[in-house]
């Protein structure tokens, strides 16, 4: 997830390794398809004043395939995505990934403040060196990283797919949902469009 902050250099995104904006993290309360969350943010990694409603859409539209096997969460910043989906679906490992250190510190604090066990948290640039095969994979892109980088993400969870595994991207229509389907369907999935609200559209990929 890659948005420049409000007060914050704009040229220290979300998607950098290690923020240059002074940390500054606080405690939140948030409640997710009825279920209550305690979360630290921070400075420095997406949405630090609470979740964003991109977020809290693709977690509440999401329902996991038949397929068995991790679920993985790809620029996971503090980590609401896989937590409250961990917390939904307990049996299934969660793989979370993030480049920004910053990020990866507060996700891991944030699995064991929720008692989600079931989630490992890795700084790593998108997929990269994560050998897990997944049921689905999860994302709130890093739009601000740019379409090289997004669909190089794209790519990268698709190819971790499991036979009818599937994909979830939440994505403004004006940010790229079109250009996302698109590129979906080429890597040869069966796309859907799951659920829209407020120009976001949850956009589903199944692999055959």
């Known amino acids: 997830m890659a948005v420049c902050m409000e007060g914050d250099n704009v040229t220290d995104h979300y998607y950098s390794e290690k923020p240059d904006v002074e940390s500054r993290r606080e405690s939140i309360a948030e409640t997710v398809a009825g279920v209550a969350f305690r979360f630290y943010v921070d400075r420095g990694v997406f949405s630090k004043t609470g979740m964003d409603f991109g977020t809290r859409l693709l977690i509440e539209s999401f329902n996991p395939p038949e397929a068995a096997g991790a679920i993985g969460d790809v620029g996971c910043g503090w980590g609401a995505i896989g937590i409250a989906v961990g917390k939904k679906y307990?049996?299934?490992?969660?793989?979370?990934?993030?480049?920004?250190?910053?990020?990866?510190?507060?996700?891991?604090?944030?699995?064991?403040?929720?008692?989600?066990?079931?989630?490992?948290?890795?700084?790593?640039?998108?997929?990269?060196?994560?050998?897990?095969?997944?049921?689905?994979?999860?994302?709130?892109?890093?739009?601000?990283?740019?379409?090289?980088?997004?669909?190089?993400?794209?790519?990268?969870?698709?190819?971790?797919?499991?036979?009818?595994?599937?994909?979830?991207?939440?994505?403004?229509?004006?940010?790229?949902?079109?250009?996302?389907?698109?590129?979906?369907?080429?890597?040869g999935l069966e796309v859907s469009v799951v659920?829209?609200?407020?120009?976001?559209?949850?956009?589903?990929?199944?692999?055959?």
Do not use: C, H
Not at 126 to 153: C, H, Q, W, Y
Not at 169 to 176: A, L, Y
Not at 195 to 208: D, E, H, M, R, T
């Open 90 to 187: 307990p049996a299934r490992r969660i793989v979370m990934t993030d480049i920004n250190e910053r990020a990866v510190e507060l996700a891991k604090l944030n699995a064991q403040l929720n008692g989600v066990g079931n989630a490992e948290v890795l700084q790593t640039n998108l997929l990269e060196g994560v050998t897990d095969s997944f049921a689905a994979v999860m994302t709130n892109p890093p739009i601000r990283a740019g379409k090289k980088v997004i669909f190089a993400l794209y790519e990268q969870a698709v190819g971790s797919l499991l036979p009818n595994g599937e994909i979830w991207v939440v994505i403004q229509k004006k940010q790229g949902a079109p250009s996302t389907i698109k590129k979906l369907e080429e890597l």
């Open 195 to 208: 659920n829209k609200a407020k120009g976001y559209l949850i956009i589903s990929g199944k692999k055959s």
